[in-house]
Nanobody
Framework: QVQLVESGGGLVQPGGSLRLSCAAS????????MGWYRQAPGKERELVAA???????NYADSVKGRFTISRDNAKNTVYLQMNSLKPEDTAVYYC???????????????WGQGTQVTVSS
């Protein structure tokens, strides 16, 4: 009923940049919060950044000043601009959205399939 499709991951050298995109589609009435999480091997999934429909943002301390989250409400799309990437940023990045669906008539959380980001020389 609601699908999130991520794109933009890949291999980048330390200090490089990547831009992730996540487009939501399906039986959407409105989206409140959209965010990015990541999970490195052997570690728990953690919040990277989130943004509300009004534009309020929240970042993990480890990415403040390097990553920027933004969204296009008309396109139901969220972006994550990642600069000054470090090897410790290597992880699978997942998109998350809090969606009011026309089917469920309530807010539910949905996840994308994940996109790999590898920072290595």
């Amino acid at each position: 009923q609601v699908q999130l499709v991520e794109s933009g991951g890949g291999l980048v050298q330390p200090g490089g940049s990547l831009r992730l995109s996540c487009a939501a589609s399906g039986s959407i009435v409105r989206i409140h919060t959209m965010g990015w999480y990541r999970q490195a091997p052997g570690k728990e999934r953690e919040l990277v950044a989130a943004i509300t429909s009004g534009g309020s943002t929240n970042y993990a301390d480890s990415v403040k000043g390097r990553f920027t989250i933004s969204r296009d409400n008309a396109k139901n799309t969220v972006y994550l601009q990642m600069n000054s990437l470090k090897p410790e940023d290597t992880a699978v990045y997942y998109c998350n959205a809090q969606v009011w669906s026309i089917v469920t008539l309530r807010y539910s959380f949905y996840w994308g399939q994940g996109t790999q980001v590898t920072v290595s020389s």
